[in-house]
């Protein structure tokens, strides 16, 4: 170790044990592999699971608002739309308002897939809150989208 390498180290402040953006990052990941691991026998990935219960919340929308709804680029929801509409999870048609417009919503097969994994989902998430009663809950929810409309409008 040289001097240089010493005096930066000891110049360094004192680190907290983790930031709060590492410590989302490692829920945001370790949350993606479990849901990857449940939906592998559907062949589907969480980005494209994601997409589908977005669609059902929120049924006929374009390509640039499922990017959005689902933080995606549009390059990647192009790729995804495609893998999803040649699956025959999605439909695209046309908007009767302006007819160049292709509106995207769920097929019948795109619910049943849905519908069937929803369960193991839902005890992903159960499992990831187990320690927190119902107030707590929803305080972390509320934290959790309080910080992403703050980095949203900056």
Not at 7 to 31: F, H, I
Not at 77 to 84: K, P, Y
Request: proline share 4%; charged share 30%; hydrophobic share 40%.
């Amino acid at each position: 170790m040289t001097t240089e390498t010493t005096k930066r180290e000891q110049d360094r402040p004192e680190r907290t044990p983790s930031l709060m953006l590492y410590v989302v990052k490692q829920l945001e990941l370790v949350a993606r592999a479990r849901l990857d691991e449940v939906l592998r026998p559907a062949g589907l990935t969480a980005l494209q699971y994601t997409a589908l219960s977005v669609l059902e919340r929120r049924p006929s929308m374009t390509s640039s608002d499922l990017a959005r709804a689902s933080f995606v680029r549009a390059q990647s929801t192009s790729d995804l739309v495609a893998t999803l509409t040649k699956r025959g999870l999605i439909q695209r048609t046309a908007d009767p308002a302006n007819r160049r417009r292709l509106l995207i919503s769920l097929t019948d097969a795109g619910y049943d897939v849905l519908h069937e994994y929803d369960p193991q989902v839902a005890l992903i998430e159960e499992e990831m809150l187990r320690e927190l009663d119902s107030e707590q809950r929803e305080q972390f929810r509320h934290f959790l989208l309080a910080g992403r409309e703050a980095l949203e409008h900056h």
